[in-house]
């Protein structure tokens, strides 16, 4: 699992590569709760996450509520269809914005 | 700016074979994720030493076996903080050692690996149907649970008892069929996807029935005509007590049941309507001492379970074994058990199976005041909850109407099915009877102090017979269970209206239609909590099977084609449920007085026959008709129109006067089964005038009248 931090037109895009579960979830929370300021606006670019344990899951979640209590704001983008079935199920999905591409959830940062 | 320092207890003190290890904390039992590890606790009485074994997920053989050492156990307690574990790829189990000494009671075997009592997630039945590997040493295995679910601002949704609709329905059984075209067919997401029917039927609680793990292969019998293994479909065998069933979760196969379980629950709520589960304490699917050593009989066989003076296990659940359940220990089991539910995943209420076994000592003789009752009754957790009785056993312990209820339990009112079945059917001499089971059985609970709300009304449930085969099958047809239509009750009290099953007699259908309304109508306007089997609302068949336990097929699955095959059925359900939630006179929390306390001119309420203020209380009478006086409804606190109903069982027809109103009030007609759709239900306050003070009632039909 690896973590990219990059700028695109003032929001934080972090992509995450490799799979989610009980081990990698922590490192990726940690990498991206560090850029995680007031009022930021994180996507989260999942598209290289072939798998999200329950435990990734809750990563995910966990992150969303630590920034939107700072005022901030988190996009997912490219998860998984199959990961999207699961969030739903499960009741995950519901708390998110999700787009299929990046360039949407700079859009929908922004609105 | 707050500075977190950490815990003392964050940091292990021993070692044991690579391990990181420190004394654990004996509550709460179980495991529990702490900081940097997971707490284990595990009692028993008899045990005189007890290993922790961990696998990793899915592997046959453990990959560590830590003995708790002897300083780390607190009176009967084994306790221990295992660190840096990863809590989604472990199961683990337990080794306890002790006398294997059956005479005495004590069955301990070390070879055995033992699922924790207290696990909240259990592996090993993923996905339902799945043939399990047999060789496998440890069967069902404990796995390790967040409990950080997301609830925002959900809680129980406190609705009055007496305003409940109870929809009895088994999870897999309500979405597994084709029919039902939901993503997941078959599981608690399946369910979150049917909302909106359950929403336009108008019910407002659910019952599933069991959802704590169990084996659905427990069973070892064979389809006679298919030659398929038959499965335990209903799953009344409990194997783990705080686990939902992972093979009702499409997301059971990556363990995430509790949170699809959690949001089913959620979703419901949001919609208006409670989860009420029934719960199986009477037994454990360990059976007699030929059954499988599953968890409690190698941990502490003497406490768990009642015991013959020389070690045999009683068998008041007809199953093999008798939990203990008045033992303190156990109780204390059973009370965290329900408040884990109650608290965790906001569950609104409990319904219990076999109840009257939860009354009886460690001997088997039943209590006048049973410990355990009365601690659930008093609880502060489950202070809102519903409790509701199944108040007989299979010891033969019959309590309808003398359940323990310090005020608190309803019971499944056994008296009302029979009663109601029986005057449907055309018996006579049963008008007494069927009187006392419409005003809310005040004949069985009034002397108790009891309430009109002590009474769980219903004419179908799970055990029996669905309602569309009541009126078409005079006898059990059970053969497709393998045991030569032995097994399931014999007493019915149904009629099949003149064929045995199917038929295409117009004549037959019609009047088997009009019984189902018929049914439907009197159990929608008595006193008391009205419960419906599920698919009962659009006639859905076993073809005679009163006992599908064993069926996971199209024999117990909920046919979806049935909602456009039976629209008509299905719009009088409907609207009989809308216009008992319309009406509060038929929603009293306490008895009749049969006397007019407000000044209205009428008694709260009145019975007629064809002659008004005259019913015929015969012994050949199959005629009854009574009237709800409006200004008396909730004690007459709440005004409400006047409702007036006849029931004719009778297979001829009769006139009847209706009684007249004062004050300007017509009479209405929204029910009379003995029309044709759509003149046979109309829609609730929009009911076309009554012409005549006397209304011609078909044979065998049933008339609803308000008056406004």
């Known amino acids: ?111 | 700016m707050t500075l977190a320092i950490d815990r003392i207890d964050i940091h292990p003190t021993h070692e044991w074979g690579g391990y990181r290890l420190r004394p654990g904390k004996p509550f709460p039992f179980g495991a529990t994720l702490v900081p940097g590890g997971v707490n284990f606790s595990i009692f028993s009485s008899h045990a005189t030493s007890c290993t922790l074994v961990l696998f990793d997920k899915h592997a046959l053989q453990p990959k560590a076996e830590i003995p708790f050492p002897d300083e780390f156990r607190i009176g009967n307690v084994f306790t221990m903080v295992v660190f840096d574990l990863d809590y989604e790829s472990i199961e683990y189990g337990f080794r306890v050692d002790g006398p294997f000494d059956p005479q005495a009671g004590h069955r301990f075997e070390h070879a055995k690996i033992l699922l924790d009592p207290y696990a909240r997630a259990l592996g090993g039945r993923d996905i339902w149907g799945k043939s399990p590997n047999w060789d496998d040493v440890y069967w069902h295995r404990a796995r390790l649970v967040y409990d950080d679910f997301d609830w925002e601002s959900d809680r129980p949704l406190e609705i009055p008892i007496e305003d409940l609709i109870i929809y009895e329905m088994h999870v897999r059984g309500f979405t597994r069929h084709l029919s039902s075209g939901v993503k997941h067919p078959g599981t608690f997401a399946g369910i979150a996807e049917k909302i909106p029917y359950l929403k336009s039927l108008g019910v407002n609680a659910i019952e599933f029935m069991p959802i704590f793990e169990f084996d659905e292969f427990e069973n070892s019998r064979i389809h006679p005509e298919t030659g398929e293994q038959l499965l335990n479909y209903w799953g009344y065998s409990t194997v783990g007590f705080f686990a939902p069933k992972a093979g009702y979760a499409a997301s059971g196969k990556f363990g995430m049941q509790v949170d699809e379980l959690k949001t089913l629950i959620k979703e419901l709520h949001a919609n208006g309507i409670e989860v009420i589960l029934d719960v199986v304490f009477n037994h454990t699917a360990e059976g007699n001492e030929q059954g499988p050593t599953i968890s409690f009989r190698g941990i502490d066989n003497r406490t768990y379970y009642m015991l013959t003076p020389d070690g045999y296990y009683f068998n008041f659940s007809g199953t093999g074994n008798t939990l203990n359940c008045n033992n303190p220990i156990v109780r204390n089991m059973v009370l965290d058990c329900l408040r884990y539910w109650a608290a965790e995943y906001h569950i609104d209420g409990f319904r219990f199976d076999l109840a009257a076994i939860l009354g009886r000592d460690p001997s088997g003789a039943p209590l006048a005041n049973p410990p355990l009752l009365e601690t659930l009754a008093f609880d502060p957790i489950l202070g809102k909850c519903k409790l509701i009785a199944e108040a007989w056993d299979a010891g033969g312990l019959y309590q309808v109407g003398s359940f323990p209820a310090y005020g608190r339990w309803a019971e499944w009112n056994g008296k009302f099915r029979d009663g109601m079945r029986q005057f449907l059917k055309g018996e006579a001499g049963r008008v007494g009877d069927v009187a006392q089971r419409i005003q809310g059985s005040p004949d069985l609970y009034e002397v108790g102090g009891r309430g009109a709300t002590a009474s769980i009304n219903f004419i179908t449930a799970h055990d029996g017979f669905t309602l569309a085969d009541l009126v078409s099958y005079n006898e059990k047809h059970n053969e497709a269970n393998g045991e030569s239509n032995r097994d399931g009750s014999n007493d019915n009290d149904s009629w099949n209206c003149g064929w045995e099953g199917p038929t295409e007699d117009p004549e037959i259908k019609a009047l088997r239609l009009r019984q189902m309304k018929n049914a439907v109508a009197m159990l929608l306007v008595s006193q008391g909590i009205p419960m419906i089997l599920m698919g009962d609302e659009v006639a859905r068949t076993q073809h005679g099977n009163n006992n599908a336990y064993c069926h996971d097929n199209a024999l117990s699955w909920f046919d979806w084609s049935l909602v456009d095959k039976n629209p008509d059925f299905l719009r009088f359900v409907t609207r009989c449920i809308a216009f008992r939630k319309q009406h509060p006179a038929l929603r009293n929390t306490t008895h009749f007085r049969n006397q007019d306390y407000v000044g209205s001119g009428y008694a709260d309420i009145s019975w007629h026959g064809v002659h008004a203020w005259n019913a015929d209380w015969s012994s050949d009478s199959r005629i009854l008709a009574f009237l709800l006086c409006g200004k008396h409804a909730r004690g007459g606190t709440t005004p409400d129109d006047y409702i007036y109903v006849a029931m004719n069982m009778h297979w001829e027809a009769h006139t009847f006067e209706i009684p007249s109103l004062r004050d300007g009030r017509v009479w209405r007609v929204f029910v009379n089964t003995g029309a044709a759709p759509p003149e046979d239900i109309w829609e609730p306050g929009r009911e076309p005038t009554l012409p005549d003070q006397h209304y011609f009632i078909g044979p065998r039909s049933v008339v609803i009248l308000v008056g406004r």
């Open chain 1, 1 to 111: 699992m690896n973590v990219t931090i990059k700028m695109v037109d003032e929001v934080t895009v972090t992509e995450i590569s490799g799979e989610l579960d009980g081990s990698t979830a922590p490192v990726a929370q940690q990498r991206v709760l560090s850029v995680a300021t007031v009022g930021c606006r994180i996507a989260m670019d999942l598209t290289e996450v072939p798998y999200m344990s329950s435990a990734g899951l809750r990563m995910l979640l966990s992150t969303y509520r630590q920034v939107t209590n700072s005022g901030g704001k988190v996009v997912l983008t490219g998860v998984a269809e199959e990961i999207q079935d699961t969030m739903a199920v499960t009741g995950f999905l519901k708390f998110f914005t999700l787009t299929d591409t990046l360039d949407q959830a700079l859009v929908a940062l922004k609105n």
